[in-house]
């Protein structure tokens, strides 16, 4: 049943409105690192004064590619969680895609406003990055198995959070939550098929708008 929702997701990521929600995340994603990397760099002396010695201005050079090398090595494991907050905010046209495909007898849902999806997504970002940050302490003890670990509490944690989401567009956040609860099974094992999916280079990028389309079918299933 869930590779059967993933596989619909996956047939339908061609769609228009899914390459152009993930080419905003992506494309917004790359600005905000560019403009941090060369705003830090522009905030940069042009010569360092150090007691004893003077001005010098190729230590400032040299630490202004150092900057940007660290800023670039940074920006790789930035893109992820950053891009997962850009595409938040479109998350909705994905999920009206797939309805709109699979399921046009549905009315359609109103659109939430930009706040509310950019307060969303970074609720769910900072969560994400919390909760990874406790579970570091695991992964190390865990040692081998650090992997598995990794795909349980993100799987969790995708499962818990996309799957709300998508609910949440067709009820009340307490019917949203006990059907989130009654199909807690297939909604975890879902979560940690897109956690596997967010270890992979590249792939990982589209995470965001793979989960939801996926989410959304599952949701119509077991609603």
């Not at 941090?36 to 202004?64: C, H, K, N, R, Y």
């Not at 769910?124 to 990055?129: E, I, T």
């Not at 795909?151 to 019917?175: I, K």
């Amino acid at each position: 049943m869930i590779i059967t929702d993933f596989t619909k997701a996956l047939a339908q990521s061609t769609d228009p409105k899914f390459l152009k929600v993930m080419a905003m995340g992506v494309g917004l994603t790359i600005l905000l690192l560019l403009g941090v990397t060369f705003g830090v760099q522009l905030l940069l002396p042009d010569t360092i004064s150090l007691p004893w010695i003077g001005e010098i201005a190729w230590l400032s050079t040299i630490l202004s590619g150092f900057l940007l090398i660290s800023a670039l090595i940074g920006s790789i494991f930035l893109m992820i969680p950053v891009a997962s907050l850009f595409t938040g905010l479109f998350l909705d046209q994905v999920a009206d895609a797939v309805e709109a495909k699979h399921y046009p007898h549905l009315t359609p849902t109103p659109r939430a406003g930009f706040m509310d999806g950019l307060g969303e997504s970074a609720r769910f970002l900072g969560l994400m990055l919390v909760v990874n940050l406790f579970a570091l302490i695991i992964y190390v003890i865990a040692n081998v198995f650090a992997p598995f670990v990794f795909w349980a509490v993100n799987g969790f944690m995708l499962g818990r959070e996309y799957f709300q989401m998508v609910a949440l567009r067709r009820m009340s956040p307490p019917d949203a939550k006990a059907l989130r609860k009654r199909a807690g099974g297939q909604v975890f094992m879902a979560g940690v098929l897109m956690a596997f999916v967010l270890t992979i280079p590249l792939v990982n990028l589209f995470v965001p708008v793979l989960a939801t389309a996926t989410f959304t079918h599952l949701f119509h299933r077991v609603s």
